[in-house]
């Protein structure tokens, strides 16, 4: 398979919800919401279209989700993370775990990091 020149690198980086947030139920859509909102909120519209974070999935057990990331801007959301201290209102950490290229190589990091 030939990679066009015109399509974007991406990465992928494993997060966990922590702190009173984390105890709360989250269907998928008013995850996204609320982290698109907090996301802008730090980041801003410019930083938003420059990053274009989304959500790919989301773990309601352990609250770890993963969100993809244009290549080259996975510390400005990592940062971004960083500041966030409130999500849906309530008081929240977004802790990075692990940062990627493919969410299968990212996926068998984390399998490898629990084991330890």
């Known amino acids: 398979m030939v990679k066009s020149a015109l399509m974007d690198d991406k990465r992928y980086v494993a997060?966990?919800?922590?702190?009173?947030?984390?105890?709360?139920?989250?269907d998928e859509g008013r995850l996204k919401a609320e982290l698109a909102r907090s996301l802008s909120v730090v980041l801003g519209v410019m930083g938003m279209a420059e990053v274009?974070?989304?959500?790919i999935s989301y773990d309601a057990?352990?609250?770890?989700?993963?969100?993809?990331?244009?290549?080259?801007t996975e510390r400005k959301l990592v940062a971004?993370?960083?500041?966030?201290?409130?999500?849906?209102?309530?008081?929240?950490?977004?802790?990075?775990?692990r940062i990627s290229g493919t969410i299968k190589r990212l996926r068998m990091k984390r399998k490898a990091d629990e084991e330890k």
Do not use: D, H, N, Y
């Open 52 to 55: 274009e974070p989304s959500l």
């Open 15 to 26: 997060v966990k919800l922590q702190g009173p947030a984390a105890q709360q139920t989250w």
């Open 61 to 72: 057990k352990g609250g770890e989700m993963v969100v993809r990331a244009k290549r080259g």
């Open 80 to 97: 971004a993370f960083a500041l966030i201290t409130s999500f849906g209102g309530m008081p929240a950490r977004l802790e990075v775990l």
